[in-house]
């Protein structure tokens, strides 16, 4: 059966965020920050939403141009707020987890998954799937993802990168030839700029192109298994697996309804978050011996607490824990408040009746 493969990438991931967080700040241009803090303003920008995009602040960018390009316009400059990013992104990536066979998870934004079982190598139901997860990560996140749909994770990729932001690119075998064929080389994933310039120089622009030349002549400037590469590139084959990255540790984050440092108020956030991570071992068939929980306070400082126990798969046991640790954390920071809390196994070991890690 011919693979189907799906590539999800979230469109402006931490600008989108933000906007979601405020309120006063939704539907301006928003750029995220990370200062560097050698001076005030030294640093990059990380990514911008497509309003600053604009004005041609992007991702890479010196604060300091950013700024000079914002002047007199009514643009919001936020440092990057890595935990909360990382709390929202496993909630998608559960989600998307839940709906296919395997998913690799590529970076904070993205992954693959393969769908291939699941719809039985049905296009309809795969766009379905596709659909179905677009609209789940709008109704329970409010973001927007772009999708792109093949038979390989090269492909796919490319697809999701055509219509963004909220896009869903369909390309089936039959069609990728075409898809591909007037795009220029350096859109084709993996081909960098020092390629890309290689390519150029050899009069080789497009795809097509890149096709059309010979396999022999490839070789010879970027040797054998380069050039194999770039000929399977242009042409859009690609066999590489979908291959869940193996876990090392598994964490459920979450966000207090109001700062607070009442015990039980935080407790029964500890329980529900435990709920959702019971689900995880199950699934997984997966045990651990060291339980810790994440503390975020007002001031956006991270803190991790630890024990360490006999392997299990018991969840009472992470929520015993946790409540020891978290006593331990009041009582250590009398005057502190929490905005977030998190639970954390790790030390894992799964079981091998299960398939595979094929869940993660
Ligand atoms: P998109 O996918 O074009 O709609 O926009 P983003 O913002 O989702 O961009 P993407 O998918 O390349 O990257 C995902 C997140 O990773 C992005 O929101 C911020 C971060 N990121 C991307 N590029 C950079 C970079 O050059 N520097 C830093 N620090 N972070 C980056
Ligand atoms: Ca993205
Ligand atoms: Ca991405």
Redesign the pocket.
């Known amino acids: 059966m011919k693979r189907i493969i799906m590539h999800v990438?979230?469109?402006?991931?931490?600008?989108?965020?933000e906007e979601n967080r405020d309120p006063a700040i939704k539907g301006k241009p928003v750029v995220?920050c990370?200062y560097s803090g050698r001076s005030e303003e030294s640093g990059?920008?990380?990514?911008?939403?497509?309003k600053a995009?604009a004005f041609g602040i992007k991702?890479?960018m010196p604060i300091v141009i950013a700024k000079r390009i914002a002047k007199g316009k009514d643009v919001v400059f936020l440092p990057?707020d890595m935990d909360y990013?990382r709390e929202i992104s496993e909630r998608i990536m559960d989600l998307m987890e839940e709906e296919s066979d395997t998913m690799e998870q590529v970076?904070?934004?993205?992954a693959y998954l393969d769908v291939t079982e699941l719809t039985d190598g049905n296009w309809d139901k795969a766009i379905e799937i596709a659909k179905s997860i677009k609209e789940k990560i709008s109704s329970q996140e409010e973001l927007t993802a772009?999708v792109g749909l093949s038979t390989n994770k090269f492909v796919a990729k490319i697809a999701s990168?055509f219509q963004?932001?909220n896009g869903l690119t369909i390309v089936k075998e039959e069609e990728i030839i075409n898809f591909l064929k007037y795009m220029s080389v350096s859109n084709l994933h993996g081909i960098g700029e020092k390629t890309t310039k290689a390519l150029n120089d050899l009069g080789i622009q497009t795809a097509k192109d890149l096709s059309e030349y010979g396999l022999k002549e490839l070789e010879e400037v970027f040797g054998k298994n380069k050039a194999r590469l770039l000929h399977n590139k242009s042409l859009g084959i690609d066999d590489s697996p979908v291959e869940p990255r193996e876990k090392k540790q598994l964490s459920r984050i979450g966000t207090l309804k109001e700062d607070t440092n009442d015990q039980n108020v935080i407790y029964e956030k500890i329980i529900e978050l435990a709920k959702d991570m019971e689900i995880r071992i199950l699934k997984n068939n997966v045990s651990f011996r060291t339980v810790s929980i994440i503390t975020i306070d007002t001031e956006l400082k991270t803190q991790t607490k630890s024990d360490t126990i006999p392997q299990t798969r018991e969840i009472q046991k992470v929520i015993n824990i946790s409540k020891v640790l978290l006593e331990k954390y009041l009582k250590e920071n009398p005057d502190k408040k929490l905005r977030r809390v998190g639970i954390r196994i790790s030390n894992l070991e799964f079981s091998k009746a299960q398939k595979t890690l094929d869940d993660f």
């Open positions: 990438d979230l469109d402006s991931f931490y600008a989108s965020l995220i990370v990059a920008v990380s990514t911008s939403n497509y995009r991702a890479g990057v990013y970076s904070i934004d993205e772009s990168d963004k932001p």
